[in-house]
């Protein structure tokens, strides 16, 4: 399959383009490398040394003899995506071409119009790109978990039934983000569902949770490494437990700690979206699944953390800080996920066995966590 990943160069991106390859697809990649110069803007960079693009498809020429396809370009830009999509005619796109991080948004007015922005303007280019050149083929488009909220009932896959005044229908379940970040994803799944309906534009929106862990099997050597971030914005509250370990610095759950989340790790969520991938939803169709293999609460986490660390010989030491955001910090959680399980999706990583490769692979990077250890503590808060 012909396979376009908007966003390669990212975290995900990177791991997604060898997997994808290995498995023989015909991969190409589009970024326009702003998540490097964000994280840069914040003071921080990757706790893992990450390589150029030119770099990074040269040793994984080197170390596979197999090709990546790259294009350099911005998503908001019209006529670049139109270009791309036009010159690569792909089967299916993989959108992670977005700006992840919800702390990053809230930072002021810019912050938050710039995540808006590059957001769903990207996306929406997509979409125009995809029913102008490749009608038929698969968006797979990442989407968030917390796109839901915490609501104090079960979350279903994208529709629910609901009965209201003696009449029935199913239609998508609430969302209630929590973020300017987490509102652009809410308003990409209208843009899409709109897009599914008067175009037909065939999609798989996941509703993803936290992604963790460095390491794939395609990582054969260092230079094929992909980023791993530990600042406040885009550092994701496992990544930084575990950064927060090796540096011997408290491991800081926000709040009460009990804020709930789906976790997932990075080589599941490869399989999760090859199956996606290669199980494309059905002409026309919108589908939403679900993605995530545990839920832990912010406290249970470090925990797990702070054992693994102990086992290692660091001290792993827990230390509750005021929370900056504005969450619910006790609540109730549980989220279906059926739909990748009926398709064979197997958990096969539990977030236990990911620390043990994540954090010594830190531990040789640790003088890297050290340097910017000023990016650590949370200094963007989320009320007036
Ligand atoms: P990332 O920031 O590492 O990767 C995104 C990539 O897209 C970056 O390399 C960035 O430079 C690029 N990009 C952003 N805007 C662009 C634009 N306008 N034009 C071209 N390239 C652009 O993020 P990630 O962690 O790999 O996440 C990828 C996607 O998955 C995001 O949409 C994110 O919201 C979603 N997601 C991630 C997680 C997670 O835990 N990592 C969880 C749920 C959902
Ligand atoms: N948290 C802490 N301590 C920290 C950092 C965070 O307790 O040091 C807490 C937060 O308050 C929050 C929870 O941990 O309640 C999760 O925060 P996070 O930063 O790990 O993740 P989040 O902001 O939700 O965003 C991340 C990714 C985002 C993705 C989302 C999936 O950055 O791209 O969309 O996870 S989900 O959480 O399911 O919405």
Known sequence: MNVMIMGMDGYLGWALG?????????????DNMSRRRNVHEVGSWSATPIKTMKERLEAYKKATDRDLRFYKGDLTEESFVDLVVKKEKPDCIVHL?????APYSMIDASHCNYTQMNNIVGHNNILFAMKDHVPKAHLLKLGTMGEYGTPDIDIPEGFFEIEYRGRKDKLPFPRQPGSWYHLTKVHDTWNLMFANKIWGIAATDVMQGVVHGVKTEDMVNDDLLTRFDFDECFGTAINRFCAQAVVGHDLTPYGKGGQTRGYLALRDSMQCFTIAIENPPDEREYRVFNQFEETYSANELAEKVSKVAQELGLEGKIWNIPNPRLEAEEHYYEPDMKHLPNLGFKPTYTLEDELRITIPKLMEYKDRIEAKRGCIMPKVKWTA
């Open 97 to 101: 071409g977005e700006i992840p991080s």
């Open 18 to 30: 060898m997997y994808l390859r290995g498995r023989g697809h015909d991969v190409c990649g589009v």
